[in-house]
């Protein structure tokens, strides 16, 4: 699987847009992004996932990169229950074993 | 609906013993996985089951570390003489394998090797 690369941490205000960026440069064809996030003493929740066009479901949007280099999740309207670290994952079709990196760090300040 | 549910929350126990960490997944869940959390760091892909069999093990970091699924339901995470290394979050997760990769993770159990 591709490797990502995610900033350690951000912070963003409670009420605005939160925007995750995850550097997938080495992704092939076959290989889907995925978005988790783990809240604080809590299992991985999951967020969303896409090949190549957005998606947009009732937690977040994910943006990808017509060359599939990089993608960003939006949270559209952050609140304190949003801080997490969240884990961009690239995955190949097939495969099940996810591979997470360290992620980042948001913290939604009041 | 019940989530995937893990016992002990928490584990405490000394070098060398044996523990046996249990998870229940959600009802119908043909997959699941076992990783492991250390401080500070994402989750390690350990073991993934597809029904009864280990589809994937190449996660277990030795031949202390076992797992079980004996009726594709309940799955038993065995870990033997027990080393300070072993501490860590063991989270499973399970899948309905029909929507793809999303997985659905328990709470963890918390194993301390003192």
């Known amino acids: 699987d591709a490797k990502t690369t995610q900033p350690p941490s951000m912070d963003c205000a409670e009420g605005r847009a939160a925007n995750l960026p995850c550097n997938h440069s080495?992704?092939?064809?076959?290989?889907?992004v995925y978005w988790y996030r783990q809240i604080h003493s809590q299992g991985p929740q999951y967020i969303i996932h896409g090949l190549k066009n957005n998606e947009t479901n009732e937690m977040a949007s994910l943006i990808i990169t017509e060359d599939r280099k990089s993608s960003t999740l939006i949270l559209p309207h952050a609140t304190l229950r949003d801080t997490a670290v969240y884990y961009c994952i690239v995955l190949r079709t097939g495969r099940r074993a996810l591979t997470f990196g360290s992620g980042t760090r948001l913290q939604v300040q009041p | 609906g019940a989530g995937v549910s893990q016992t002990p929350s928490n584990k405490v126990t000394e070098k060398g013993k044996y523990v046996e960490l249990r998870c229940d997944p959600i009802?119908?869940?043909?997959?699941l996985y076992w990783y492991r959390q250390s401080l500070g760091q994402g989750p390690e892909f350990l073991i993934y089951?597809?029904?009864?069999?280990?589809?994937?093990d190449s996660g277990l970091p030795n031949d202390r570390f076992f797992a079980v699924r004996p009726e594709g339901s309940v799955s038993t995470l065995k870990i033997q003489r027990t080393e300070r290394g072993d501490s860590a979050v063991y989270l499973c997760?399970?899948?309905?394998?029909?929507?793809?990769?999303?997985?659905?993770f328990g709470p963890g159990t918390r194993l301390l090797v003192l």
């Open positions: 009802s119908g869940h043909t997959a």
């Open positions: 997760a399970s899948s309905p394998s029909r929507q793809g990769e999303t997985q659905y």
């Open positions: 080495t992704i092939s064809g076959n290989e889907y």
């Open positions: 089951f597809q029904g009864t069999g280990a589809a994937d």
